[in-house]
């Protein structure tokens, strides 16, 4: 068995294509619905917010979909991403584990959301659209997406989760270095921001709200502006796949194949992108590998939400998906240090987890913010808080493993780094964190306002 502490690929190795999870679902597709007939939306209803392209690459059902090549070319910034053995975290804990993580990183923005941003700035670049509009929460999306439209010369407004904007300056600041325009939201730019701050005027915001005035700025833009998404979106998840289908070589050339695969989860797009290629191999050749979806329990969407149809965001503007839910008028406490705030999941993420092909966990922050301090002293690097999740179920399954003696192969995405992050890692050490339990009154509360669907 090699000593080797990371596996490379040469450019020649990125893919050149991206993996659908669609052509292996072996769960029957729930239809998505128009927001206020709530009948089945139509390829019109969509392309207000979205090119035709991402909207086909939404439906369909092709395995492969093929990477256009100045998606390729700026792909080759950073990609293929390293996978390293964690070999100084195993010694650390004393395990027999073998613990490998994919490193997203080292893109230009700390993160693996270039993968989509790049991909959805090229097509709708192709398809004549001048400007996009987003939200972002912690800020990986926004600036990812920022420096993507600047690659393919498109203007950006991004409406960012108000307590995050203040959380995290300095991710603003990259956004704007890229030519972005950065609102907090909620703003009083759009009239669903007005009504928020009507009813609350010291609202933090939340990712259901900021999607709201993303998306009414772009259907009141006379076709000028499309709406991008960071997550949760069938495309979104399969541009991610390029990181599966580069760690699926990646572990080849270490000689192992993952006996657990753990991935953080939010709207469902880096877990998907990681996980995804693996989940292809136990759906299609017999391989049996367990996939671990992590969620904070400030947030605990896939464990504790309802998996059901709903909006993807407060104002009731997007389309109605079926998904894991808290319901679309959830407001993440202030006190939660990282992303991972959506109030729903990725609608395939969600069907798979509620047919068992993955497991669904969530962990408190006391515990995430420990298991990255442990994870950085041991390899060096400071991980994304939402990252966190990921590597503090890594670390229990590698002691569940001292605790058995088995040997398991545990491989985790390390979708960012934490430099960004300084302010959650301080409030850390000076004890300011707690743990929180999304109080269960409130979920059964917020049930009250999903839409009445016959299906």
């Given amino acids: 068995m090699t000593e080797s502490i990371k596996f490379l690929l040469d450019e020649n190795k990125l893919p050149r294509a991206w993996y659908?999870?669609?052509?292996?679902?072996?769960v029957p597709p729930a239809p998505?619905?128009?927001?206020?007939?709530?009948?089945?939306?139509?390829?019109?209803?969509l392309s207000v917010l979205f090119p035709m392209s991402l909207?086909?690459?939404e439906v369909s059902t092709e395995r492969w979909i093929e990477i256009p090549e100045p998606v390729r070319e700026v792909y080759k910034l950073w990609r293929p991403t390293p996978l390293f053995r964690a070999r100084r975290l195993e010694k650390a804990l004393d395990t027999p584990a073998h613990i490998y993580y994919k490193y997203e990183g080292v893109s230009p923005v700390g993160s693996h959301k270039p993968n989509t941003a790049v991909a959805q700035a090229f097509y709708n670049k192709e398809a004549g659209t001048q400007a996009l509009t987003t939200e972002t929460g912690a800020g990986q999306w926004g600036s990812a997406l920022a420096m993507a439209c600047r690659f393919f010369d498109l203007d950006l407004e991004v409406y960012m989760v108000k307590v995050s904007y203040h959380q995290k300056p300095y991710r603003r600041i990259v956004m704007q270095t890229y030519g972005a325009q950065v609102f907090a939201s909620p703003t009083d730019r759009t009239e669903y921001g007005r009504s928020v701050l009507a009813q609350d005027p010291d609202s933090p915001g939340s990712l259901g709200i900021a999607i709201s005035e993303a998306v009414e700025a772009a259907a009141t833009s006379g076709g000028k502006k499309k709406y991008s998404l960071g997550s949760v979106l069938n495309h979104?998840?399969?541009?991610?796949?390029?990181?599966?289908l580069e760690a699926l070589e990646q572990m080849e050339m270490a000689g192992e194949y993952p006996d657990v695969i753990i991935g953080c989860v939010g709207g469902g797009s880096n877990f998907a992108g990681f996980a995804y290629p693996f989940l292809h191999q136990n759906l299609t050749n017999g391989k049996q590998t367990r996939i671990i979806a992590v969620e904070p329990s400030s947030c605990p969407t896939l464990t504790r939400g309802k998996y059901a149809f709903d909006y993807g965001d407060t104002a009731e503007m997007a389309p109605i998906v079926k998904m894991h839910t808290l319901g679309h008028t959830f407001v993440p406490p202030a006190i939660h240090a990282g992303g991972l705030r959506y109030h729903g999941m990725a609608p395939t993420v969600s069907a798979l987890v509620a047919e068992g092909y993955i497991e669904?966990?969530?962990?408190g922050q006391l515990d995430t913010f420990a298991g990255a301090v442990q994870f950085a002293r041991a390899e060096g690097i400071i991980p994304a808080p939402e990252s966190s999740h990921a590597v503090r179920v890594a670390i229990d399954e590698a002691l569940r493993c001292k605790e058995t003696g088995e040997r398991k192969v545990i491989v985790f995405n390390l979708s960012g780094h934490g430099h960004f992050d300084m302010?959650?890692?301080?409030?850390?050490f000076r004890n300011e964190l707690a743990d929180y339990e999304y109080p269960a009154e409130e979920i059964a509360a917020a049930m009250a306002h999903l839409p009445s669907v016959e299906m």
């Avoid at 659908?20 to 072996?26: G, R, T």
């Avoid at 979104?236 to 599966?244: A, D």
């Fill in 20 to 26: 659908n999870i669609n052509a292996d679902m072996p």
């Fill in 32 to 45: 998505v619905l128009h927001p206020a007939t709530k009948e089945p939306v139509t390829p019109d209803f």
């Fill in 55 to 57: 909207i086909m690459q």
């Fill in 236 to 244: 979104v998840l399969t541009h991610q796949t390029v990181i599966g």
């Fill in 360 to 363: 669904a966990r969530a962990v």
């Fill in 423 to 428: 302010a959650a890692y301080e409030a850390y």
